[in-house]
């Protein structure tokens, strides 16, 4: 059985860091990319970072490009979101994700859809205070 389980979430000041984790059990976590995505309330999901299964190849949206960084050890079958410099609209349940069945070791274009994973953490609540 596949497990995401995230840890990491509280409340910041803006201006503040945040890192969160994303440890994964029950497959080959070095398979697979993997992917953070947030949703605020009464809002969609939306895509934050995405890393490839090496993390050689990683992607941000540009809401958090140059604050955000993903990381993986798949020694540790763990991925990172370090989150630097944080605002109020970063506020949201941060989610990690896993793209089962999408094994190239780089990154395509569909890594920022989120019907692409298939497997889901419970997510972490990230509160950011003005």
């Known amino acids: 059985q596949v497990q995401l389980v995230e840890s990491g979430g509280g409340l910041v000041q803006a201006g503040g860091s945040l890192r969160l984790s994303c440890a994964a059990s029950g497959l080959t976590f070095g398979s697979y990319a993997m992917g953070w995505f947030r949703q605020a309330p009464g809002k969609e999901r939306d895509f934050v970072a995405a890393?490839?299964?090496?993390?050689?190849?990683?992607v941000y949206a540009d809401s958090v490009k140059g604050r955000f960084t993903i990381s993986r050890d798949n020694a540790k079958t763990t991925i990172y979101l370090q989150m630097n410099n944080l605002k109020p609209e970063d506020t949201a349940v941060y989610s990690c994700?896993?793209?089962?069945?999408?094994?190239?070791?780089?990154?395509?274009?569909?890594?920022?859809?989120?019907?692409?994973?298939?497997?889901w953490g419970q997510g972490t609540q990230v509160t950011v205070s003005s």
């Open positions: 890393i490839s299964r090496t993390g050689g190849s990683t």
């Open positions: 994700a896993l793209r089962y069945g999408y094994l190239s070791a780089g990154l395509d274009s569909w890594s920022r859809e989120s019907r692409e994973y298939k497997y």
